[in-house]
Each structure stands twice: as structure tokens, then as C-alpha cells.
Nanobody, 123 residues
């Protein structure tokens, strides 16, 4: 399975962006899908995940970001609103066929990764 993330860019604080993750196979409709991010000089961190219609979020983005999927299009999205400078990072989408609910926040639980898309939020 190949994943390709897109939609990053430069936005002012308070603005919005929607990231997209395109999958090469329809099987991802059965996968847990997640978004992670990595800021300069920091470790990769969990942002959001969706599995069987259930969603979870990092506390830092809860209420501002929304993860969704369109199985008919093999797509996963991350709608990001009220962006803050601290949201600046490279964002990665990830997919896993066997991610259990208790491990959705763990990057090592996912099998497939996109190449990342840069989000820069200016103050």
C-alpha cells in the first residue's frame, strides 16, 4: 500500500488547512488510519486516528482538528482549523491493517507511511 499526503502550506495563525492522504489500494477502508507530525528538532508525535468510524485526537489538537475518511475514494483527510504556530510541522499519514484500538497513538503500530507534507503556521 502506498500513501501520499498533500495539502500542506503556509498559513497565518487562526487559519485553516485540509490535508489529504491518498491510498493506492481499496483495502485501506479496513485499516486504521492516522496522522502524525514532526516539528524541527522534535520527535514524531500522534495527531489523530480513525478506525471503523471511531476517532481519537491528541489533546493539543482536540476541538480544532477533524480526521475523516472517504472509503469510496481511498482518501483520508485532516481538517485543521484555528491553527497555531506550534502546529508547524511535517505531517504524515499512516495506515495499519492490525492496529488495535489501544495502540492507535503509537507510530510503531502502523505499517504504511506517506512521505509527509509541510505545514507552516506564521504568527
Amino acid at each position: 500500500v502506498q500513501l501520499q499526503a498533500s495539502g500542506g502550506g503556509l498559513v497565518q495563525a487562526g487559519g485553516s488547512l485540509r490535508l489529504s492522504c491518498a491510498a493506492s489500494e481499496r483495502t485501506i477502508r479496513l485499516y486504521a488510519m492516522g496522522w502524525f507530525r514532526q516539528a524541527p528538532g522534535k520527535e514524531r508525535e500522534f495527531v489523530a486516528a480513525i478506525k471503523m468510524g471511531n476517532t481519537i485526537y491528541a489533546e493539543s489538537v482536540k476541538g480544532r482538528f477533524t480526521i475523516s475518511r472517504d472509503n469510496a475514494k481511498n482518501m483520508v483527510y485532516l481538517q485543521m482549523n484555528s491553527l497555531k504556530p506550534e502546529d508547524t510541522a511535517v505531517y504524515y499519514c499512516a495506515g495499519g491493517a492490525t492496529v488495535i484500538s489501544g495502540r492507535l497513538r503509537q507510530a510503531e503500530a502502523y505499517d504504511y507511511w506517506g512521505q509527509g507534507t509541510l505545514v507552516t503556521v506564521s504568527s
